[in-house]
Nanobody
Framework: QVQLVESGGGLVQPGGSLRLSCVAS????????MNWYRQAPGKQRELVAR???????NYADSTAGRFTISRDNAKNSVYLQMNSLKPADTAVYYC???????????????WGQGTQVTVSA
């Protein structure tokens, strides 16, 4: 079984920083893109940042210049450094990955359980 486990959420004041981490574990043959999504109350889940296995990155317009996504392929991990946080960044943040598991015959989508980020004074 493949699992994604996030950590690093919490409460931070506006202008502050947080670093989210996500580790993929289990029987993984290949790890493709790793991504961060977020979902605020009453809103649809949205893509925050994406990083390919080769290291290419994409960001939502609302986070570009403030957030940085990175990954450590040796550790099957992805990180999201969030700076200059705003109250509008308050949401549950989810790790997502496209993974070819050893017990599967195809690439599947996997999600973490989510971690709460609250930006408030």
């Amino acid at each position: 079984q493949v699992q994604l486990v996030e950590s690093g959420g919490g409460l931070v004041q506006p202008g502050g920083s947080l670093r989210l981490s996500c580790v993929a574990s289990g029987s993984i043959s290949r790890l493709y893109s790793m991504n961060w999504y977020r979902q605020a109350p009453g809103k649809q889940r949205e893509l925050v940042a994406r990083i390919t296995s080769g290291g290419s990155t994409n960001y939502a317009d609302s986070t570009a210049g403030r957030f940085t996504i990175s990954r450590d392929n040796a550790k099957n991990s992805v990180y999201l450094q969030m700076n200059s946080l705003k109250p509008a960044d308050t949401a549950v943040y989810y790790c997502h990955a496209r993974i070819f598991a050893t017990a599967s015959d195809r690439v599947n989508d996997y999600w973490g359980q989510g971690t709460q980020v609250t930006v408030s004074a």
